[in-house]
């Protein structure tokens, strides 16, 4: 069975530029959620994909967009990146709908995003 | 809006004692609560989960208190051990498993 995988799992942009964080889910798993985990902080909720749509999302600017693609994997896009997107970018995978979901989610070791 | 709490960020116990991690939540339609444990340089690991309708729920070592009227949760480690040493965070979703609610996390070191 293979896990949530990430990428990059480092990378340094400057303001103003854009970032695409990738995320393959686990096997079997059709829905994906993104955090984003600042120093010393938890996780906080961007968005959630089921099924190639947005299925909810958090209290994250319009500049934070997503994709999910057929095979489940999934991108998180950030343009006009600030200072404070410097964060742990954290992709978890879950099998949605509507039988057998213990609501368990399984994280990718995320994506290290440094501005400058 | 720091709708789930944990107060305490660090924790420090001896080898083989009982470790109790606590978490307060302020939202009563949250009925989904779930730990996970942190290493560094990983991601987060799903240790054991509690629903609303039950007020505890173990698995080995680990037990999970929930007192929904004081809307707090423990997670009891008994014995702990020193590969417990790592970061514990709560979580709690309400109504369907959406969205997770994250407390900041405490860091657990356990002493030999």
């Known amino acids: 069975e293979t896990g949530v995988t990430q990428s990059p799992t480092h990378l340094i942009k400057t303001r103003g530029q854009q970032v695409t964080l990738r995320c393959s889910s686990q096997s079997g798993h059709n829905t994906v959620s993104w955090y984003q985990q600042a120093l010393g902080q938890g996780p906080q909720f961007i968005f959630q994909?089921?099924?190639?749509?947005?299925?909810g999302r958090g209290n994250f600017p319009p500049r934070f967009s997503g994709l999910q693609f057929p095979n489940y994997s999934s991108e998180l896009n950030v343009n006009a990146l600030e200072l404070d997107d410097s964060a742990l970018y954290l992709c978890a995978s879950s099998s949605g709908g509507l039988a057998g979901n213990t609501g368990e989610l399984f994280f990718g070791e995320g994506s290290r995003l440094t501005v400058l | 809006d720091q709708q789930v709490k944990q107060n305490s960020p660090s924790l420090s116990v001896q080898e083989g004692r009982i470790s109790i991690l606590n978490c307060d939540y302020t939202?009563?339609?949250?009925?989904?609560f779930l730990w996970y444990k942190k290493y560094p340089a990983e991601g987060p690991t799903f240790l054991i989960s509690?629903?609303?309708?039950?007020d505890k729920n173990e698995d080995g070592r680990f037990t999970v208190f929930l007192n929904k009227s004081a809307k707090h949760l423990s997670l009891h480690i008994v014995p702990s051990q020193p590969g417990d040493s790592a970061v514990y965070f709560c979580?709690?979703?309400?109504?369907?498993?959406?969205?997770?609610?994250f407390g900041s996390g405490t860091k657990l070191n356990v002493k030999p």
């Open positions: 939202n009563s339609m949250f009925d989904y």
């Open positions: 979580a709690a979703s309400a109504n369907n498993f959406n969205k997770f609610y």
């Open positions: 994909y089921y099924r190639e749509e947005e299925n």
């Open positions: 509690i629903s609303s309708i039950k």
